[in-house]
Nanobody, 121 residues
Framework: VQLVESGGGLVQAGGSLRLSCAAPGRSYYAMAWFRQAPGKEREFVAGINWSGGYTDYADSVKGRFTISISRDNAKNSVYLQMNSLKPEDTAVYYC???????????????WGQGTQVTVSS
């Protein structure tokens, strides 16, 4: 299963970016975004269940980031709208999908290859 992220880039502090993750061909129960900054461990950012009725956010992004999901039998996608970006948001952002529930642990079934987000001060 191939998850494909897009939408990363360079933005000034206070700006916005929208990340997309395509998860074609099958249904999952949970999808999430993680990030990994240089020299740091990969961390949970936000998660959403397949119906979109449950979301979870890391405290560091709550109120600034919004996760959403678009379901289509042929083309399912999850998005991360990132507003009021800070230099500490700089990281590689990864999309993850799981056949279980939304969780903050790293043991998701499927991962994308990541997209770089850089926030300049």
């Amino acid at each position: 299963v191939q998850l494909v992220e897009s939408g990363g880039g360079l933005v000034q502090a206070g700006g916005s970016l929208r990340l997309s993750c395509a998860a074609p061909g099958r249904s999952y129960y949970a999808m999430a975004w993680f990030r990994q900054a240089p020299g740091k461990e990969r961390e949970f950012v936000a998660g959403i269940n397949w119906s979109g009725g449950y979301t979870d956010y890391a405290d560091s992004v709550k109120g600034r980031f919004t996760i959403s999901i678009s379901r289509d039998n042929a083309k399912n996608s999850v998005y991360l709208q990132m507003n009021s970006l800070k230099p500490e948001d700089t990281a590689v952002y990864y999309c993850a999908a799981d056949r279980g529930t939304v969780k903050r642990r790293l043991d998701y079934d499927y991962w994308g290859q990541g997209t770089q987000v850089t926030v300049s001060s």
